[in-house]
């Protein structure tokens, strides 16, 4: 009973601290444009879209590979993706399909 008490408590632990030094960067999301458009993050860390603008229907993110998609956000509302695996994801910005970025997951 007391090593599987250890265990949890050791994982608990593990997850605290593998959150508390995840770093989030953030991307400003205009009309045809990503600022910055490429961006290198450590696995575990996230990336917010920040909507800067009007658009009707709002601005939405998605991944060329499917992986990951936004809502639409109107101006001035965000939303996170947290990256858990090394690669290269390349996005756009769904209204604006030559608005191109990247994230470099190390």
């Known amino acids: 009973m007391n090593k599987i008490i250890l265990s949890v408590s050791l994982i608990t632990l593990m997850l605290f601290f593998y959150n508390a030094f995840a770093e989030d960067v953030t991307i400003e999301v205009s009309h045809n444009s990503l600022e910055p458009a490429s961006v290198s993050?450590?696995?575990?860390?996230?990336?917010?879209?920040?909507?800067?603008?009007?658009?009707?229907?709002?601005?939405?993110?998605?991944?060329?590979?499917?992986?990951?998609?936004?809502?639409?956000?109107?101006?001035?509302?965000?939303?996170?993706?947290?990256?858990?695996?090394?690669?290269?994801?390349?996005?756009?910005?769904?209204?604006?399909?030559d608005a191109k970025g990247e994230v470099v997951v190390k």
């Not at 993050?41 to 229907?57: A, L, Q, R, W, Y």
């Not at 939303?79 to 090394?86: K, M």
């Open 41 to 97: 993050i450590s696995s575990g860390d996230s990336v917010t879209f920040h909507n800067k603008v009007e658009m009707p229907g709002g601005h939405s993110i998605v991944a060329e590979d499917a992986s990951f998609s936004s809502p639409d956000m109107a101006k001035d509302e965000s939303w996170s993706h947290t990256f858990t695996e090394a690669g290269t994801y390349h996005y756009h910005i769904k209204q604006h399909p």
